[in-house]
């Protein structure tokens, strides 16, 4: 089946919504707040390829940049990559981020992604770990109008585990 891919309305510059946005806790069973302080994403395209970059404020101060590219419906995975970190890494607040929880360092993949298109309103992540195991799906859909978009990411059981919601601050990234 041949077909055209008209991802134009995910472009730009999106920031997340913290009153809307929620994960799951696995302690105790229930949905709970972002812990994210902010997100800022943006998106371009470049024919089927996709530019990803966003910054993320996982605590006062402490700012992660990360990005990828990819293709719609490659068959590679390609790195998604922990550019760079603003902030003091050394404060507890610093430790205490996913990035030093999880041994992150800057310059370096923290996972593999692979992206699919569905529809001008759906595409799907997958992304593994560094060691090629099943990490998160997230499927990522547009409001009708355009200016809202939902992540929902599922663990690798199929259980839902966040639910990120962002409003459209630019048409261009």
Known sequence: MSRILDAKGFEGIWEMDTERSKIWSYETDQWVPEPWLSQTISMQHFGNVMAYTHKNESQ???????????????????PYVLDRVEGDLSTPEGQ???????????????????????DNRSHYRLSL???????????RRLSEDGSRMVSHVYDPEGH??????FRKVSAAA
């Not at 990035?99 to 993949?109: D, H, R, V």
């Not at 770990?129 to 499927?139: A, E, I, Q």
């Not at 839902?160 to 919601?165: F, V």
């Open 60 to 78: 006062p101060g402490i700012f992660a940049y990360m990005g990828y590219q990819c293709a719609y419906d490659q068959a590679d995975w390609v």
């Open 96 to 118: 205490n981020t996913w990035i030093e929880i999880n041994g992150f360092k800057p310059g370096l993949a923290v996972g593999m992604v692979k992206q699919i298109y569905v």
């Open 129 to 139: 770990d560094m060691n090629g195991v099943m990490n998160y799906t997230m499927l």
């Open 160 to 165: 839902p585990m966040i639910q990120k919601h």
